[in-house]
C-alpha cells in the first residue's frame, strides 16, 4: 500500500515539531530554516497551515530537471534528489507550481520532501495528528467519515 | 553542543557590534538564560545604578534547550534591573524570537550604553548591524514588526520591539516578539525605550544541536509523552488556556477583587474559558478563534481571538476586527476583575491594545484598580483623570485609559507610574497592591497563603512565576497542601522558587512544571549538554540562581523590611468564600523561610550558604 502525507490545518497549532523533525532528519541539526515542510501563520485570521510536496505522478520538478537528478522512490512514490546529480540550476524549483521545491544556498543544491523512506519525521513529530501518513487512496477518508456522521438517517423518512 | 558559546556585544552610544565566547565556567555554574545572564549582569553593573540610565544593561537571552525539539524549548528572557522595581529583573517570553536568536548563534546579547538617536539591531547570523530607526520610532509593536520585514523583504525574519509606551516610559513596558508573546514584567520594554532601542530583528539559519542525539530523542519523547498524558497539561491547557483558572480560582475564594477589596468576582464566569468559548448573538461565533503553540510547544494554551464586531471599541475600527493574541487568565483577571470590568469585549481590545503598544496587562490592569478606588476614595477626581469616571466596574474607563497608556498621553501616563508611584503621588500608598514596586497577579495570598510568602520573597516584586504553590494549593501538584494554612509553606515556596529558576534557565516553559518534576528535565539536559546535569545539580544551580538575584538586590538596596505585603492583605480579612475571615500570615512563613533558605533574621544570605552554593 501506498501511503500519503495528510494535513489537517484544523489541527495544527503552529509550533514547528515538523519543522524540527524534518531538519534534524534531513540536515542532522535542529534547524527550521532547513526544513522541507512549512507552517504558515495567517495571523489575523487564527490559522495555521503547514505545506509540503505533495508528491505528484507526472512531478514538474522531475521532468524539467536538465540532468535526471530527480527520480521515483518505488518504494514509497516520493520523488527524491540525488545531491550527486543536482547542478543547482533552480529549473524545478521554477517548474513546481506549489513552490515544494527550493534552493539550499549551503549546499548549493535543492532541497525537497522525500517522506524519509517511508517513515516521514513530520508526521511522527506532530503531536496533534495535524500531519498523518495514511494509504494514499484514501486521505479523504476522515473527511469523508465525519461528513458522514453528519448525515442524517432520518430525513427522508420523515419527508 | 546545545550552548551556541557565542555572545553578541552591542555597545549602543558607540554604534558597535562584536562577538566574544561564552564564559563557560559559568555555564557549567549557571546553566544559561535566568541564571547565566544574571551572573552577566552582576559581574558587569553596579547594582545601585539607575535602571534607566545608560549604565544599566539589557540582556537577551536564550538558554541551552532552546531551539531544539524538547517541548516548549523556543523561550528567551530578558535580564536587566527593573525599570518598574529597581531589582534585578528577568522577564520570559516564548513565541518564535528566542529559537531565531539561537539560531543565528547566539546565547545572549548585551546592549550597553544608549543610542544617540532611535536604532533597531538587524542580525543574519554573524552579521549584526545598528540601523536608523527613525521611520519606525512612535510606532506600534505591530506596525514595526511588519514595517521592519517589508522593509528588508524578508518575511522570515522575527522581531522584538517596544511600542510607544516604551517610548514614553511607561514603567511596565514590555518586550513583545511575535506580535503578541512578551517579555513581560518588571518594566523590562522600558529600559529599552531608555536606550533608544526600538527593535531587535533577527534572521538565524545556522541550526542548534545536542550533545548526545539518540539520548536526547529518546529523553525529549519521554517528557512530551508525559506532558500529553496529564491532565492540566495534556487536557486543560490545550483546551481552555491559562483561562481554565478563572472560575476555579474565584470558586477557591483567591481572586482578588477590584483592587483586593474583595476576594471573589460576581462576574468571573462573564470573563471566563467558558465565556469566551460561547458563541454570541452578533455573528454566532465565538470570542475564541483557535489555540495556539509557542516555538516546539507540544501544550498550545495560547488563545487566537477576536473582539465582537459590533462590540463599541471595534465597530468603526476594522484594524482591531481581526484575530489576534487573546485573554490569558493574568490578564483577563487584571484586565477585568482587578477593576471589576466583566466585559469580555472589552478585555479582549484591552488585551490586544497592550500587545500592540507593548505594555504588561497585569501590572496596568492592577494600576487601573488601584486608580479607580483613588478616584472612589475622592483622593482623585474627573480634574486628574481628564474626565474619565473611574468608577469599578467601568469598561470604557478602562479601554479609554489602555488607550491612553499605550500612547503615554493624558491620565495614561500617570496609569504609567504603575500602583507604587501613582498611590504615592496622592498620598495613598496604602493602597498600590504591590511589592518591590511590582503589581500582584491574579491570586489573593489570603485565599492561598503561600502565595503570600511567595509575593513577598520574589527577587522581581510580585509574582507567581517565581514560585507557583497555586500547582499545590489548589491543583494539588505535586501533592495537596491547604492554601489557607500557613505550616509547612516555607519549605514548599523555597522548592518552588530553586525549581522554577532552573526551568528559566534551561529555555524550557514553566507551564511543563505541571507535568514535569527535575527528574523529567534532568535527562533532557543532560543530553544535550555537556557536563553532569543531574536533578540534584541542577536544583543547586536553581539554588544559586536565586541566593544571586538575592545578593543584587541587597546590593541595590534591598533589605528584609521589602520582604513585605500591602496591609490590605495583612490586616484587612477576607469578606467571603472560604478563606472568610483570614488575613494572610506573612509572619508566620518569612521567619521559617529565611531559615530554611540559610538566611540571617535580616534575611541576608550567610557565610555558610553562599560558601555551600559557591557564591
Redesign the interface.
Known sequence: MQKSLSIDPGKC?????CE??C??DN????????SRIKVFNF??????VPYTCTQCDEAWCMHACPVDAISVDMATGAKIVSDELCVGCKVCTIACPFGTVNYNQ?TGKVIKCDLCGGEPECAT?C??DAITYIDADWTGLDKMRSWAAKTDAGVQAEA | MAWARQILRVDLSKGECRQEPLNMEWAMKYLGQRGLATKYLVEEIDPKVDPLSPKNKMIMTTGPLT???A?TAGRYSVVTKGALTGAIACSNSGG?FG?EMK?AGYDMIIFEGKANKPVYLLIENDKAELIDASEFWGKSVWDTEEGIKSKHGDP?IRVASIGVSGEKGVKFACIVND?HRAAGRSGVGTVMGSKNLKAVAIR???????EN?SKFMEASNAG?EVL?GNAVTGEGLPAMGTQVLMNVINETGALPTRNHRDIQFEGANNISAEAMAEPRESDGKPNL??????????I?C?R???VDRTHYTVVDRPEYQ???GGLEYEAAWALGAATGVDDLDALTFANFICNEQGFDPISFGATVGAAMDLYEEGHITDKETGGIELKFGNAKALTDLTELTGRGEGFGAEIGLGSKLLCEKYGQPELAMQVKGQEFPAYDSRGIQGMGLTYATSNRGACHLRSYTVASEVLGIPEKTDPLVTDGKAGLVKAFQDATAVYDSAGLCLFTSFAWSLDDVAPQIDAACEGDWSTENLLEVGERVWNLERQFNLAAGFTGKDDNLPKRLLKDAAKAGPAEGLTCGLDKMLPEYYEVRGWTEGGVPSNNTLERLAL
Open positions: 497549532t503552529g509550533c514547528l515539531q524540527l523533525a531538519s534534524y540536515e542532522g541539526v535542529f534547524n527550521p530554516s532547513k495571523h489575523d485570521e487564527g490559522r495555521f549551503s513529530a503531536p496533534t | 531551539g531544539t525539539c517541548s518564535f529559537n539560531n522570515l506580535m538565524g539559519t545556522k541550526g542548534v544541536n545536542v542525539y512530551k500529553a478563534v483557535t489555540k495556539a503553540a509557542c516555538f516546539g510547544c507540544t498550545a495560547g487566537i481571538s477576536t481581526i484575530a489576534s
